[in-house]
């Protein structure tokens, strides 16, 4: 069986990620299990470099398959700001998603509405070869000005999807991982891997 190392140290990405792989007869493995910390430092620039740059530290930190993914919400009335500094988007050091989402509306203030945006992610798979293959999805909406829904993480409270007529964060987890950026990324990876379970 293949087992495959979630490279994320983030419990709500691991969640989504173990539920949408999980009908895969692969064997997933969080960094926990094997006691790996890792802190990849983001210094690519575009998501398929960062997601490259952390499944191949977590693959050749383990001797696993690993997958990584890196993702960022896209305003196009901030010209697709915070996009690859979206985890690190607040002027504070520490900052809470709730900090990133405050700051984010406080710069969108002087905009006219909508605020149409898109998630964005890319999906990395790195083999024990050292070999890279590459995923991609999106989900399109826009920002809205309050928080709705306790789901999700990031900012999902204030992504609204229009033919929904709900916020990211107000869909229950298995619509979710049927519609986000993450889950259209992770439905192609899954033809890649059944490709490397196939070798």
């Known amino acids: 069986m293949l087992k495959l ?10 969640r989504e990620l173990q539920a949408i792989l999980q009908e895969l007869p692969i064997q997933l493995v969080a960094p926990a299990a094997l006691n790996l910390n890792l802190d990849v430092e983001e210094t690519g620039k575009t998501y398929a470099e960062n997601a490259a740059l952390k499944s191949k530290a977590f693959s050749n930190a383990s001797g696993l398959i690993a997958l990584g993914d890196d993702s960022g919400l896209e305003v196009d009335a901030l ?17 809470t998603d709730g900090d990133r989402r405050a700051y984010l509306l406080k710069n969108l203030l002087p905009h ?6 898109r998630f964005r992610a890319t999906i ?13 999805g999106a989900c399109e909406g826009e920002i809205i000005p309050e928080e709705r829904g ?3 993480f990031g900012y999902d409270p204030i992504f609204y999807i229009p033919e929904l007529g709900c ?13 986000s950026h993450r889950a259209r990324a992770l439905e192609k990876a899954k033809e890649i891997l059944k490709t490397l379970m196939g070798k």
């Open 150 to 152: 306790e789901g999700g």
């Open 124 to 136: 990395a798979i790195t083999t024990l070869s050292d070999e890279t293959y590459f995923a991609e």
């Open 112 to 117: 006219s509405r909508p605020w149409t945006a």
């Open 5 to 14: 190392l979630l490279a994320s140290q983030n419990a709500g990405k691991l």
């Open 167 to 179: 916020t990211m964060a107000e869909l229950d987890e298995e619509k979710k991982n049927r519609i």
């Open 79 to 95: 010209n697709g700001a915070p996009g690859l500094y979206s985890a690190r988007y607040a002027p504070t050091p520490n900052a």
